[in-house]
């Protein structure tokens, strides 16, 4: 009797406590199956860079290379657009950037107000968005750049494009690029969505070990109160000696709701709370036991080199008038051997080797990941699989390579098929955790995902469900606190009331 005494308070108080959560979770949830946070895209990227020029570049690419450090190592290198100038753009290990202007060598310093503006204008020219651009601000952070990826842009220049959608971008100090854009639709669904769902307000989320902190504290009261909720409800269900009238409750209007609609539902709102839990890593419980920089080194052959670049672009000063619609060429390293890669609207191709020279590259290549270990198979993907998969806008290319490893971690890589850049490590643990967190979290199964609506109405229904649920605890805690005004006496009676209850 006193456990159920204990069990039936505790889910009283927490549920108390977590009510509101619940129902803010669930709605916000809805919300977000359409109109994700804001981002900028690969493609709403690629679409807003000034078509590249080759024949304006007149600097080699050594006299970039002249003014790199020793210490900085180069992870990253492309040949893109800047105020409708070609610019090299090269990335290091410490996330620092180093931008020269390839038509007179000049490097790139901090964007002003006024670069700010017209890399704005420049955006929205291309991107159809209108032709007009306000400068606002110079900021840290906001509510949409609050994402640490961003550190190596701070502070952020802030413009308006002033057109009927209220376009606002925000543009690299270190860059000069734009590097994300909302519009007033997506910032204002995005307070009813992300910003409650996540629990993402900046103030709080500008501090990242408090924030994942503050998720796991409230997911973990949440599952508290829904687990002793069901244990409750299985104990005040009667399907063989039945209550009065044969009804298989006690409780009579709301309560009553509220009883069969936790049982009917307690599966999907138990893995609901504690996927997003796992989305945490709690305790670092999907840690990976090796790091994938010392594969990832193996396969591309070191740290990057420069200098069979210069002989690379050689060729397309012969094709600048054949190719108006590359918008920027990336260049990177398989076993030592650099690929130069072509970006337009239309997709990815790659300009110094033919499809069967990089096939034989990869293939060749493949084995340096895990040298160690047996290669299992290595089979190309039309389509996506169960881990590696886009929902809304994240980029995920295909066609791809699929390379399994018998290690002790069950090893999977995935490459473009295109490139032979490297997409995506899975390991035993990660798979583990894509069930676990995105599969019980969002249901994304590749069952629903590929017949869709399918998806959108499981979804839904289960959300809604969630909601109604959520919004009877609501009620009922409302007419609680009401009752107590949080009073000695008051405690007193509810106290009593739960003791005749059991």
């Not at 990242?208 to 244990?231: F, H, K, Q, R, Y």
């Not at 069979?308 to 397309?316: H, I, T």
């Not at 270990?373 to 169960?386: A, T």
Request: proline residues 4%; aromatic residues 12%.
């Amino acid at each position: 009797m006193k456990f159920k005494r204990a069990l039936y308070l505790t889910h009283r108080w927490f549920g108390i406590l977590m009510c509101l959560v619940f129902f803010l979770w669930f709605a916000s949830g809805i919300v977000m199956m359409y109109v994700e946070y804001p981002m900028l895209t690969e493609q709403e990227r690629i679409r807003s860079l000034s078509p590249l020029e080759i024949d304006a570049i007149e600097i080699e690419v050594s006299a970039l290379e002249k003014r790199i450090k020793p210490e900085q190592r180069v992870i990253g290198f492309s040949i893109t657009s800047h105020l409708d100038r070609p610019v090299f753009h090269a990335q290091f290990g410490d996330g620092t950037t180093l931008v020269m202007f390839a038509d007179t060598g000049e490097t790139l310093g901090p964007t002003t107000e006024s670069s700010a503006v017209e890399a704005a204008r420049i955006f929205a020219r291309n991107s159809a968005l209108g032709a007009a651009a306000r400068y606002l601000e110079a900021l840290e952070m906001d509510q949409w750049t609050v994402y640490g990826g961003f550190s190596s842009h701070r502070p952020l220049h802030k413009v308006a494009l002033d057109n009927p959608n209220g376009t606002i971008v925000y543009v690299s100090t270190s860059t000069g690029q734009v590097v994300r854009d909302t519009h007033t639709w997506e910032r204002g669904w995005n307070w009813v969505g992300s910003t409650i769902h996540w629990i993402y307000p900046m103030q709080l989320r500008r501090f990242p070990d408090t924030w994942v902190n503050v998720v796991i504290v409230v997911s973990t009261l949440g599952i508290i109160a829904v687990t002793t909720g069901t244990v409750v409800g299985f104990l005040r269900l009667r399907t063989k000696r039945r209550y009065k009238g044969g009804a298989v409750t006690p409780y009579q209007g709301m309560q009553k709701w509220h009883h069969l609609l936790g049982l009917a539902f307690a599966l999907f709102v138990t893995t609901f709370l504690v996927s997003g839990l796992f989305s945490m890593n709690p305790f670092g419980i999907f840690d990976d036991s090796s790091s994938p920089q010392p594969q990832i080194s193996r396969y591309e052959g070191g740290t990057l080199q420069l200098s069979g670049l210069q002989d690379a672009l050689a060729p397309l000063r012969f094709l600048a008038g054949d190719t108006p619609g590359v918008k920027e060429l990336t260049w990177h390293q398989i076993n030592g051997s650099g690929v130069l890669v072509a970006h337009s609207i239309d997709g990815r191709s790659v300009i110094n080797m033919t499809p069967a020279e990089l096939l034989a590259r990869v293939t060749q290549s493949v084995p340096l990941l895990l040298p160690q270990e047996s290669l299992v198979q290595m089979e190309r993907l039309e389509q996506f699989d169960n881990y590696y998969y886009s929902t809304h806008n994240r980029y995920r290319p295909l066609p791809a390579f699929r390379v399994r490893f018998d290690d002790e971690e069950k090893t999977w890589y995935y490459i473009d098929a295109v490139t032979g850049e490297l997409l995506f490590r899975s390991t035993a643990t990660k798979r583990v955790e894509r069930w676990l967190y995105n599969g019980l979290h969002s249901l994304d199964f590749q069952v629903l995902l590929a017949n869709r609506p399918l998806w959108d109405i499981v979804v839904i229904i289960l959300s809604l469900a969630g909601v109604v649920l959520s919004y009877t605890s609501v009620a009922i805690a409302w007419r609680r606190l009401r009752r107590t005004r949080f009073s000695g006496v008051g405690v007193r009676k509810t106290l009593r009331a739960s003791r005749n209850q059991v």
